[in-house]
């Protein structure tokens, strides 16, 4: 199959060498002449693990190239993947598509018989009609079925999440453009790889579901740890209880500083405007996201408790500022209002990333950048861990101790056990579960 892959973002990067990967002819293209040219010369714009070796692979064998002119490929494709961004929009909070329209519009002058155009892009219930209208009223003739095809990608796992899926869901009623995509899914058999077909604006709105359901369990565990913190129970153990119910599941019970990255807050934000437009209130994913917005900001008070009430002229070490492991992903990370809640508040900080701090520069420049967790940790009077990076979950604690002038560690992701820091002289603080301190 020939497939042009429109946006080179995170989700059309990986799509498009994961479709490569499977024997598909893939053009990615992008208006951004600076990245083009970049992928052209093998360098990848983002951080994600093995998208580096998966696209020069490709590229050596042929079947994955990059051109900032989507004419050719979009009139020699089978399908035609829509990629593009679709951030909050300013004011209001609804999904930006402008620029899934403009792709619309071109892809319409450049299209060349029979073509499915798919959005892959997280959009709103009913865009798929929008596009579908804005192709026919820029080339009547076209002869395009559109359909719906949401991602469900992890950072950071996002390539074995596109080969190994829970589920695929295409959304069409179109016989055409049913086959299309089920010959392009097609390598996944071998994997029983489950393809949901279901009407257009259904799989729109799974997509948003999905999403806004996956942030409602981690708002509710957040919410049992600040009660697990004032009746003394552990949230760690009261995740687990309930998570070994089948119905409940463990996943996304884990108790931390809020979520973050560049779906949940978007998308929850969309969901809750789309509900409002067809007169419905979604009060609990309302009140989700309220919750996780005041939580954020709440975590540099927690710091401040923890080193005596005031961080006025004090030094914190900050872990981690992505909003998780395995990226680079700063958009809407909880480091950022917590950063900015203890500059505040008249702290010092130092941080460091193991990936994240070129992108955090942009996001907090008014911090000192350290090379390594130890020298971020040297002479300071708390350390806050935010990000669980592996890299911060074996730290040598006696060392880690000498360098801090206050043996003080606030760990948001619960990655050390109270009473192993206690041993090792700490005051130790987390997230739902009774604090620690040594002697």
């Known amino acids: 199959m020939r497939i042009a892959m429109i946006g080179t973002g995170y989700v059309g990067l990986v799509?498009?060498?994961?479709?490569?990967?499977?024997?598909?002819?893939?053009?990615?293209?992008?208006?951004d002449a600076e990245k083009i040219a970049s992928l052209k010369r093998g360098e990848i714009p983002i951080f994600e693990p093995g998208l580096d070796s998966l696209v020069e692979t490709n590229v050596k064998a042929k079947r994955l190239d990059f051109t900032t002119?989507?004419?050719?490929?979009?009139?020699?494709?089978?399908?035609?993947?829509?990629?593009?961004?679709?951030?909050?929009?300013?004011?209001?909070?609804?999904?930006?598509?402008?620029?899934?329209?403009?792709?619309?519009?071109?892809?319409?002058?450049a299209v060349s018989g029979f073509t499915v155009v798919v959005n892959k892009s997280?959009?709103?219930?009913?865009?798929?009609?929008?596009?579908?209208?804005?192709?026919?009223?820029?080339?009547?003739s076209a002869d395009v079925v559109v359909a719906s095809n949401p991602e469900f990608l992890r950072e950071g796992a996002a390539i074995r999440d596109f080969k190994f899926p829970d589920r695929i869901v295409i959304g069409t009623?179109?016989?055409?453009?049913?086959?299309?995509?089920?010959?392009?899914?097609?390598?996944?058999?071998?994997?029983?790889?489950?393809?949901?077909?279901?009407?257009?604006?259904?799989?729109?709105l799974i997509k948003y579901a999905a999403n806004a359901f996956l942030a409602t369990k981690i708002t509710f565990i957040n919410e049992i740890a600040d009660l697990s913190e004032k009746v003394g129970a552990d949230v760690q153990e009261v995740a687990r209880g309930i998570g070994l119910d089948n119905r409940i599941g463990s996943k996304f019970l884990h108790a931390g500083p809020g979520y973050g990255g560049s779906c949940f807050p978007k998308d929850t934000r969309a969901l809750i405007k789309i509900a409002q437009d067809y007169d419905v209130q979604l009060r609990i994913v309302e009140a989700v996201l309220g919750v996780n917005d005041n939580r954020k900001r709440a975590m540099a008070r927690k710091v401040a408790a923890a080193t005596g009430g005031s961080l006025r002229g004090k030094t914190i070490a900050v872990l981690g500022l992505t909003f998780k492991p395995d990226t680079d992903d700063m958009r809407e990370a909880p480091s950022i209002p917590l950063v900015t809640g203890l500059l505040d508040m008249g702290a010092k900080?130092?941080?460091?990333?193991?990936?994240?701090?070129?992108?955090?520069?942009?996001?907090?420049?008014?911090?000192?950048?350290?090379?390594?967790?130890?020298?971020?940790?040297?002479?300071?009077?708390?350390?806050?861990?935010?990000?669980?990076?592996?890299?911060?979950?074996a730290m040598d604690l006696e060392r880690l101790r000498r360098e801090m002038a206050q043996p003080v560690v606030v760990d948001l992701r619960n990655i050390y056990r109270p009473e192993e820091m206690a041993a090792h002289g700490f005051t130790y603080e987390s997230v739902g579960r009774p604090s620690a301190k040594g002697k």
């Open 15 to 31: 799509s498009g060498a994961c479709f490569a990967d499977f024997g598909h002819n893939v053009t990615c293209v992008d208006k």
């Open 69 to 109: 002119d989507l004419s050719v490929p979009v009139a020699e494709a089978d399908a035609v993947f829509i990629a593009v961004g679709t951030p909050s929009r300013r004011g209001d909070g609804h999904a930006d598509l402008t620029y899934v329209y403009a792709a619309a519009r071109e892809i319409a002058r």
């Open 122 to 140: 997280t959009v709103p219930v009913g865009t798929g009609d929008e596009v579908e209208r804005v192709i026919r009223e820029t080339n009547p």
């Open 173 to 204: 009623s179109d016989e055409r453009g049913r086959k299309v995509l089920a010959d392009i899914y097609r390598p996944l058999s071998l994997n029983q790889g489950p393809l949901m077909f279901t009407a257009r604006r259904t799989a729109e």
């Open 349 to 393: 900080v130092r941080a460091h990333d193991p990936a994240g701090m070129e992108q955090a520069r942009k996001e907090l420049p008014d911090i000192e950048y350290c090379e390594d967790p130890y020298a971020c940790a040297k002479g300071a009077d708390a350390m806050v861990l935010v990000t669980e990076w592996v890299q911060y979950r």
